[in-house]
């Protein structure tokens, strides 16, 4: 029985899994009608982004699907499904919004290594952006800015991606530990790289038990000294070495005086310097450095003494 095109319900729009759109009308008719899309009233034709199928769904009903593949804000605006055959024609219309199609993606998700034997930290990540994105580096609330240390390198490659690094010399637990973050944004929307930077540490290096202390007590020579206190733990030969606070290795003197022992729990040691008549001069940030084959730890001790700076003694402490 002959019919002329009608739409017995309203046209739909939805996304699949893949990021495409399909819109798609619902219309019955007598014989099978031509059919035509339109987009902003221009007629679309058949490409790598649009195609068009049409579906029998039997007893004179059909349902007519454009699809739109990689899909972007430009996307959006009025279409139109137009039905034609020998008894008459009708049109479907859509008004398509789309905001956030045009963000940018992953490509390459981010990821941390490194190079140079270890003395550069990369964090990378590479995302597609059809608008021109903007990065900024985040630690915390702080903007990450470029240094003698940090560089921070972005680069635009083939097909709209872009290659985003951040770059940090010669890294440490102290300064560099914690999150990072990349915002990637454009006027359609924004993408956020996150990084967690961690030091582990190497099974067996030296880690320290405790808060080190600064003591004062009565030498066995019966004179006034003080005594840097240091608990830490160690496998295989742990060496200690204490730096003055000018940077060098101090050796042991009339005045100086190291001990090494261990505390009783599983590789666990205390480490002393003896400093005896101590003087004005003496003050300023010692480091006591402790290193085995597993890795090296430092913690430093800040001694301040009160008095004349220039007794006329010699300067052993300093050796």
């Not at 270890?118 to 021109?132: D, H, P, T, Y």
């Not at 010399?169 to 967690?196: H, I, M, R, W, Y």
């Amino acid at each position: 029985m002959s019919k002329a095109p009608h739409f017995p319900q309203q046209p739909v729009a939805r996304q699949n899994d893949d990021g495409s759109l399909e819109l798609e009308c619902f219309l019955e008719a007598n014989p099978q009608p031509d059919i035509k899309w339109f987009y902003e009233n221009n007629e679309l034709k058949q490409t790598d982004r649009f195609s068009f199928r049409l579906q029998n769904k039997g007893n004179d009903a059909f349902s007519a699907i454009l699809q739109i593949k990689d899909l972007a804000d430009s996307d959006a605006g009025a279409y139109r499904c137009a039905i034609v055959n020998p008894h008459g024609k009708g049109n479907a219309n859509f008004n398509l919004k789309l905001t956030g199609f045009s963000s940018p993606t992953f490509v390459e998700k981010p990821q941390i290594s490194s190079r140079d034997d270890g003395q550069v930290m990369v964090m990378e990540f590479r995302a597609k952006s059809i608008l021109k994105p903007t990065f900024v580096w985040q630690k915390g609330d702080e903007i990450v800015a470029e240094s003698d240390r940090i560089k921070i390198v972005t680069r635009e490659e083939a097909n709209q991606v872009y290659y985003a690094a951040l770059e940090i010399k010669e890294p440490t637990k102290e300064k560099d530990a914690g999150q990072f973050v990349c915002t990637a944004k454009n006027e359609s929307g924004k993408l956020t790289a996150t990084f967690t930077v961690k030091f582990e540490v190497p099974q067996g290096a030296p880690t320290f038990t405790r808060k080190p202390q600064i003591l004062q007590k009565t030498s066995d020579s019966g004179d006034p000294a003080i005594v840097f206190d240091i608990g830490f733990q160690a496998d295989r030969n742990p060496e200690v070495i204490w730096l003055n606070p000018k940077g060098k290795k101090m050796k042991e003197s009339s005045r100086i005086k190291f001990t090494s022992s261990p505390d009783g729990g599983a590789n666990t040691f205390t480490a002393s310097l003896e400093l005896k008549n101590y003087k004005a001069k003496d003050s300023g940030t010692y480091t006591c450095n402790i290193k085995n084959d597993a890795g090296e730890a430092n913690v430093e001790l800040t001694l301040n003494i009160e008095g004349p700076l220039d007794d006329g003694d010699g300067d052993d402490s300093q050796a």
